[in-house]
Each structure stands twice: as C-alpha cells, then as structure tokens.
Antibody, heavy 118, light 112 residues
Framework: EVQLVESGGGLVQPGGSLRLSCAAS????????MSWVRQAPGKALEWVAL????????YYVDSMKGRFTISRDNAKSSLYLQMNSLRADDTAVYYC???????????WGQGTLVTVSS | DIVMTQTPLALSVTPGQPASISCKSS???????????LHWYLQKPGQAPQLLIY???SRFSGVPDRFSGSGSGTDFTLKISRVGAEDVGVYYC?????????FGQGTKLEIK
C-alpha cells in the first residue's frame, strides 16, 4: 500500500525554525518526484516546493524561496522540509505528496499542522 | 507564474442533479510531450486532497464514472453527472506544466 506519513509539525514562535519529515512506503521512492503543499486554515491549497528523484532539482514558490528548503534521503525513503524565519502566515497544514509525472499528484499524506504564534 | 481561475467558487446542488466547474489557466497547459497538464482534486471535509482526474480527462483509480473532465489549452471543465452526498467538499484544479505548480481557488460543493 502506498503511504506517506508526515511528522514534525507543532507550535513555533515567529522567527523560529521547524523541520518537517515525510516517511514514504509502498512505492519506489528513489525514482519519484515529491512535493510539499500547504493549506492555511480555511484557505485554498498552496503548492510549496518540488524535488526531483535524486534531489538535484528543486523548485519553490517565490514567497518561500530562501526560507524553506526541500530535501530527501532516498536511503531512508524520506522527504524533508526545513522551514526557517517562520511567520504567522506560514501557519498551515503541510502535506507531503507524490508527483507521478506532469504534475499528477496522486498520493497525499494526512498532513501535519504547523502553528506560528507567540 | 500560471494563474488558475475557477468558477463558480460555490455550488449548491440537489442530489441526483449534475454539476459543472470551470477552470481557466493564464497560459496553455499543453506540454511539448503532447500531454495537457491539468488535474482535478477533491478535498472532502477534514481530509487530505485526493486526485480525481489527471491530464484533463483521465479518471484516477477508483473514481466513479459520474466524474468527467474535458477541455484543452487554457479552458477546462469538471462535470459530475449525478451529484451524491459523498461528493461534498472543495474541488481544485491544478496545473503541472511548470513550477511553481499552482491551484485554482477551489469550488465548494454542497448538497441542497
């Protein structure tokens, strides 16, 4: 069974950092592109970042460039999102998702909640 | 960045009646490979999004055939032939032709 399980969310103060993890199973993680997508409370989905199968290509939405870093460890079948200089408007549920080609995001984790507040 | 515009933003449908959602992109989503990188997702209340339709018109595994997608270039439509209670949620279109990927604003479907 294809499965994605996020972890690492929680409450963090403005300006703080957090590292999200996503454990993948049930598919060939090392050959698959992966994404992070977030959803602020009551808002629409917002794509965050994309990484290719070997980590050599990374893409970000402009508002997160320089603050967020996507990475992966294929030996551990894990995806990561390092988030620095967090702001209140980064408060959201963060989803890990599998990108199966041409942007087809066909498997999603259950999400992990990040709350940025003092 | 490619802007995705969905209409309407909300729908209230009687069970058994059809529903239609439009999605327009600011640029063509036709890839050099010949594929059109437009996908539809449904987010049911309290759940993660799920893929419904990929590449304009292909239903994802397990998706009922009452869901259909059509369109080309920059104009796309998702249709539900007979809406049921299980179809309640927010529907999103998303472009996958370039990064950053972008979603539409979402269309909230409720049952009358």
């Amino acid at each position: 069974e294809v499965q994605l399980v996020e972890s690492g969310g929680g409450l963090v103060q403005p300006g703080g950092s957090l590292r999200l993890s996503c454990a993948a199973s049930g598919f060939a993680f090392s050959t698959t592109w992966m994404s992070w997508v977030r959803q602020a409370p009551g808002k629409a989905l917002e794509w965050v970042a994309l990484i290719n199968h070997d980590g050599g290509q990374k893409y970000y939405v402009d508002s997160m460039k320089g603050r967020f870093t996507i990475s992966r460890d294929n030996a551990k079948s894990s995806l990561y999102l390092q988030m620095n200089s967090l702001r209140a408007d980064d408060t959201a549920v963060y989803y890990c998702a599998r990108d199966s080609g041409w942007g087809r995001t066909d498997c999603w984790g259950q999400g992990t909640l990040v709350t940025v507040s003092s | 960045d490619i802007v995705m515009t969905q209409t309407p933003l909300a729908l209230s449908v009687t069970p058994g009646q059809p529903a239609s959602i439009s999605c327009k992109s600011s640029q063509s989503l036709l890839d050099t490979s010949g594929r059109t990188c437009l996908h539809w997702y449904l987010q049911k209340p309290g759940q993660a999004p799920q893929l419904l339709i990929y590449e304009v018109s292909s239903r994802f595994s397990g998706v009922p055939d009452r869901f259909s997608g059509s369109g080309s270039g920059t104009d796309f439509t998702l249709k539900i032939s007979r809406v049921g209670a299980e179809d309640v949620g927010v529907y999103y279109c998303m472009q996958g032709i370039q990064a950053p990927r972008t979603f539409g604003q979402g269309t909230k479907l409720e049952i009358k």
